[in-house]
Protein backbone atom coordinates (compact mmCIF):
# COMPACT_ATOMS: atom_id res chain seq x y z
CA UNK A 1 0.00 0.00 0.00
CA UNK A 2 1.48 3.37 -1.32
CA UNK A 3 1.98 5.99 1.84
CA UNK A 4 0.19 8.77 1.63
CA UNK A 5 2.25 12.01 0.85
CA UNK A 6 3.29 14.61 3.22
CA UNK A 7 0.94 17.07 4.38
CA UNK A 8 1.61 20.73 2.21
CA UNK A 9 4.75 22.86 3.40
CA UNK A 10 5.61 19.99 5.89
CA UNK A 11 9.49 19.93 4.34
CA UNK A 12 9.71 23.83 5.63
CA UNK A 13 9.97 22.61 9.15
CA UNK A 14 13.17 21.20 9.07
CA UNK A 15 14.70 23.06 11.97
CA UNK A 16 11.75 23.23 14.65
CA UNK A 17 10.21 20.09 13.51
CA UNK A 18 10.89 17.88 16.67
CA UNK A 19 10.72 20.66 18.73
CA UNK A 20 7.66 20.07 21.72
CA UNK A 21 7.83 16.69 20.63
CA UNK A 22 8.55 15.39 24.16
CA UNK A 23 7.15 12.12 25.73
CA UNK A 24 7.95 9.91 28.09
CA UNK A 25 11.81 7.61 27.50
CA UNK A 26 11.13 4.20 26.60
CA UNK A 27 13.24 1.93 27.95
CA UNK A 28 14.13 -1.39 25.74
CA UNK A 29 15.73 -4.30 27.71
CA UNK A 30 17.53 -6.59 26.23
CA UNK A 31 15.44 -9.63 25.27
CA UNK A 32 16.45 -13.45 24.19
CA UNK A 33 17.41 -13.22 20.49
CA UNK A 34 18.21 -9.55 20.95
CA UNK A 35 21.91 -8.49 21.65
CA UNK A 36 22.78 -5.36 23.83
CA UNK A 37 23.88 -2.81 20.69
CA UNK A 38 20.66 -3.94 19.05
CA UNK A 39 18.61 -3.48 21.89
CA UNK A 40 20.34 0.54 22.35
CA UNK A 41 19.67 0.59 19.05
CA UNK A 42 15.76 0.41 19.46
CA UNK A 43 16.00 2.39 22.49
CA UNK A 44 17.38 5.24 20.37
CA UNK A 45 14.97 4.93 17.53
CA UNK A 46 11.74 4.77 20.15
CA UNK A 47 13.25 7.99 21.59
CA UNK A 48 14.20 9.66 18.89
CA UNK A 49 11.98 13.06 18.65
CA UNK A 50 13.04 13.40 14.70
CA UNK A 51 11.99 9.30 14.07
CA UNK A 52 8.62 10.49 15.69
CA UNK A 53 8.37 13.47 13.58
CA UNK A 54 9.33 11.80 10.49
CA UNK A 55 6.37 9.51 11.07
CA UNK A 56 3.94 12.07 11.78
CA UNK A 57 5.06 14.25 9.02
CA UNK A 58 4.68 10.82 6.62
CA UNK A 59 8.27 11.06 5.77
CA UNK A 60 10.07 7.64 5.16
CA UNK A 61 12.74 8.34 6.99
CA UNK A 62 14.34 10.90 9.73
CA UNK A 63 16.80 12.31 7.40
CA UNK A 64 14.21 14.08 5.45
CA UNK A 65 14.59 16.70 8.38
CA UNK A 66 18.35 16.75 7.73
CA UNK A 67 17.97 17.93 4.09
CA UNK A 68 14.87 20.14 4.90
CA UNK A 69 17.04 22.10 7.40
CA UNK A 70 19.98 22.11 4.93
CA UNK A 71 17.67 23.65 2.08
CA UNK A 72 16.06 26.39 4.81
CA UNK A 73 19.48 27.85 5.79
CA UNK A 74 21.60 27.29 1.98
CA UNK A 75 18.51 27.62 -0.38
CA UNK A 76 19.08 24.52 -2.87
CA UNK A 77 15.94 23.56 -3.35
CA UNK A 78 13.23 25.90 -5.54
CA UNK A 79 10.07 25.03 -7.71
CA UNK A 80 11.28 24.00 -11.28
CA UNK A 81 14.40 22.39 -10.18
CA UNK A 82 15.84 19.28 -11.31
CA UNK A 83 17.35 16.82 -8.70
CA UNK A 84 19.63 13.85 -8.62
CA UNK A 85 18.97 11.80 -5.44
CA UNK A 86 21.69 9.23 -4.76
CA UNK A 87 21.53 6.16 -3.15
CA UNK A 88 18.13 7.30 -2.30
CA UNK A 89 15.88 4.50 -0.49
CA UNK A 90 14.28 4.53 1.36
CA UNK A 91 13.22 7.98 -0.07
CA UNK A 92 13.24 10.76 2.85
CA UNK A 93 15.30 12.68 0.96
CA UNK A 94 13.87 12.86 -2.29
CA UNK A 95 10.20 13.75 -0.82
CA UNK A 96 11.73 16.80 0.60
CA UNK A 97 13.18 17.70 -3.14
CA UNK A 98 9.44 16.88 -4.09
CA UNK A 99 7.72 19.01 -2.37
CA UNK A 100 9.81 21.85 -2.80
CA UNK A 101 10.62 21.75 -6.59
CA UNK A 102 7.22 21.16 -7.13
CA UNK A 103 6.15 23.59 -9.74
CA UNK A 104 2.96 24.43 -12.28
CA UNK A 105 3.98 22.15 -15.61
CA UNK A 106 3.28 19.18 -12.54
CA UNK A 107 6.37 17.28 -13.91
CA UNK A 108 8.57 15.02 -11.84
CA UNK A 109 11.59 17.33 -10.84
CA UNK A 110 13.51 14.45 -8.83
CA UNK A 111 15.42 11.23 -10.14
CA UNK A 112 16.18 8.60 -7.40
CA UNK A 113 18.65 6.29 -7.97
CA UNK A 114 19.28 3.11 -5.63
CA UNK A 115 20.57 -0.35 -6.27
CA UNK A 116 17.47 -1.04 -4.72
CA UNK A 117 13.70 -0.61 -5.43
CA UNK A 118 11.92 1.90 -4.12
CA UNK A 119 8.10 2.46 -3.80
CA UNK A 120 6.77 5.06 -5.52
CA UNK A 121 6.68 8.63 -4.83
CA UNK A 122 4.65 11.74 -5.87
CA UNK A 123 6.65 13.60 -7.89
CA UNK A 124 10.41 11.40 -8.21
CA UNK A 125 11.17 9.53 -10.96
CA UNK A 126 13.13 6.26 -9.45
CA UNK A 127 15.92 4.84 -11.57
CA UNK A 128 17.00 1.32 -10.37
CA UNK A 129 20.87 1.68 -10.87
CA UNK A 130 24.03 1.49 -9.67
CA UNK A 131 25.02 4.95 -10.36
CA UNK A 132 28.66 4.03 -10.31
CA UNK A 133 28.51 1.59 -13.56
CA UNK A 134 30.07 3.20 -16.41
CA UNK A 135 26.82 3.45 -18.20
CA UNK A 136 24.96 5.14 -14.98
CA UNK A 137 25.44 8.91 -16.63
CA UNK A 138 23.94 8.30 -19.89
CA UNK A 139 21.00 6.48 -18.49
CA UNK A 140 20.39 8.64 -16.01
CA UNK A 141 20.98 11.64 -18.37
CA UNK A 142 18.10 10.13 -20.72
CA UNK A 143 15.44 10.21 -17.83
CA UNK A 144 16.18 13.90 -17.79
CA UNK A 145 14.29 16.47 -19.45
CA UNK A 146 17.31 18.85 -20.82
CA UNK A 147 20.31 15.91 -19.49
CA UNK A 148 21.30 18.20 -17.06
CA UNK A 149 20.12 18.48 -12.92
CA UNK A 150 20.60 21.79 -10.62
CA UNK A 151 21.39 19.59 -7.87
CA UNK A 152 23.25 16.68 -6.92
CA UNK A 153 22.25 15.02 -3.67
CA UNK A 154 23.84 11.96 -1.48
CA UNK A 155 22.78 10.76 1.93
CA UNK A 156 25.14 7.26 1.45
CA UNK A 157 27.11 5.66 4.08
CA UNK A 158 28.95 2.80 3.27
CA UNK A 159 27.73 -0.05 6.46
CA UNK A 160 30.06 0.71 9.19
CA UNK A 161 32.56 -1.50 10.07
CA UNK A 162 33.09 -0.14 13.63
CA UNK A 163 36.78 1.27 12.35
CA UNK A 164 36.96 4.47 11.92
CA UNK A 165 39.71 5.05 9.75
CA UNK A 166 38.19 2.07 7.53
CA UNK A 167 34.74 4.02 7.70
CA UNK A 168 35.87 7.16 6.72
CA UNK A 169 37.63 5.52 3.82
CA UNK A 170 34.29 4.01 2.38
CA UNK A 171 32.12 6.86 2.62
CA UNK A 172 34.76 9.33 0.82
CA UNK A 173 35.10 6.79 -1.69
CA UNK A 174 31.59 7.06 -1.98
CA UNK A 175 31.46 10.50 -1.75
CA UNK A 176 33.91 10.72 -4.68
CA UNK A 177 32.15 8.49 -6.87
CA UNK A 178 29.10 10.89 -6.54
CA UNK A 179 31.13 13.65 -7.18
CA UNK A 180 32.32 12.27 -10.57
CA UNK A 181 28.51 12.08 -11.34
CA UNK A 182 28.12 15.36 -10.47
CA UNK A 183 30.56 16.83 -12.49
CA UNK A 184 29.44 15.20 -15.35
CA UNK A 185 25.38 15.70 -15.22
CA UNK A 186 25.69 19.37 -13.43
CA UNK A 187 23.94 22.07 -14.92
CA UNK A 188 26.56 25.41 -14.60
CA UNK A 189 25.46 26.99 -11.21
CA UNK A 190 24.66 24.03 -9.38
CA UNK A 191 25.01 22.40 -6.46
CA UNK A 192 26.05 19.08 -4.71
CA UNK A 193 25.50 18.01 -1.09
CA UNK A 194 26.90 14.81 0.32
CA UNK A 195 27.49 13.14 3.30
CA UNK A 196 31.25 12.75 4.59
CA UNK A 197 32.67 11.31 8.61
CA UNK A 198 34.08 13.98 10.94
CA UNK A 199 38.05 14.01 10.51
CA UNK A 200 37.49 16.05 7.70
CA UNK A 201 37.08 15.71 3.61
CA UNK A 202 40.02 14.54 2.38
CA UNK A 203 42.76 17.35 1.02
CA UNK A 204 42.43 16.47 -2.29
CA UNK A 205 39.29 16.19 -2.64
CA UNK A 206 38.68 19.50 -1.48
CA UNK A 207 40.98 21.11 -3.62
CA UNK A 208 39.17 19.61 -6.45
CA UNK A 209 35.81 20.45 -5.45
CA UNK A 210 36.91 23.87 -4.69
CA UNK A 211 37.91 24.28 -8.62
CA UNK A 212 34.94 22.92 -9.69
CA UNK A 213 32.23 24.70 -7.11
CA UNK A 214 32.61 28.70 -6.14
CA UNK A 215 31.87 27.83 -2.55
CA UNK A 216 32.53 25.12 -0.47
CA UNK A 217 32.14 24.34 3.16
CA UNK A 218 31.38 21.88 5.78
CA UNK A 219 27.71 21.97 7.67
CA UNK A 220 26.06 19.75 10.08
CA UNK A 221 22.33 20.01 10.72
CA UNK A 222 20.72 19.93 13.68
CA UNK A 223 18.96 16.90 13.00
CA UNK A 224 21.99 14.84 12.93
CA UNK A 225 22.51 13.13 16.00
CA UNK A 226 24.74 14.73 18.55
CA UNK A 227 27.00 11.76 19.02
CA UNK A 228 27.13 10.93 15.03
CA UNK A 229 30.44 11.81 13.55
CA UNK A 230 28.72 12.59 9.97
CA UNK A 231 28.82 15.74 8.63
CA UNK A 232 27.86 17.16 5.07
CA UNK A 233 29.94 18.86 2.29
CA UNK A 234 27.95 21.65 0.33
CA UNK A 235 29.59 23.02 -3.11
CA UNK A 236 27.76 25.79 -5.03
CA UNK A 237 28.19 27.81 -7.75
CA UNK A 238 29.36 24.97 -10.34
CA UNK A 239 31.95 25.73 -13.24
CA UNK A 240 31.66 22.90 -16.06
CA UNK A 241 35.37 22.98 -17.32
CA UNK A 242 36.42 25.14 -20.04
CA UNK A 243 35.69 23.27 -23.57
Not at 7 to 32: E, I
Request: aromatic fraction near 4%; charge should be positive.
Amino acid sequence: MRKRPPKSGAGRRGRGAADGARSLRTKVRTAKGRTVSSSRWLERQLNDPYVQAAKRAGYRSRAAFKLAEIDDKYGLLAPGRQVLDLGAAPGGWSQVAAERTRDAAAADRVLAVDLEAMEPLPGVTALQLDFMDDAAPDRIRAQLADGRVDVVLSDMAAPATGHKRTDHLRIMGLCEAALDLAEDVLAPGGAFLAKVLQGGTEDQLLVRMKRSFATVRHVKPKASRADSSELYVLATGFRPPAG
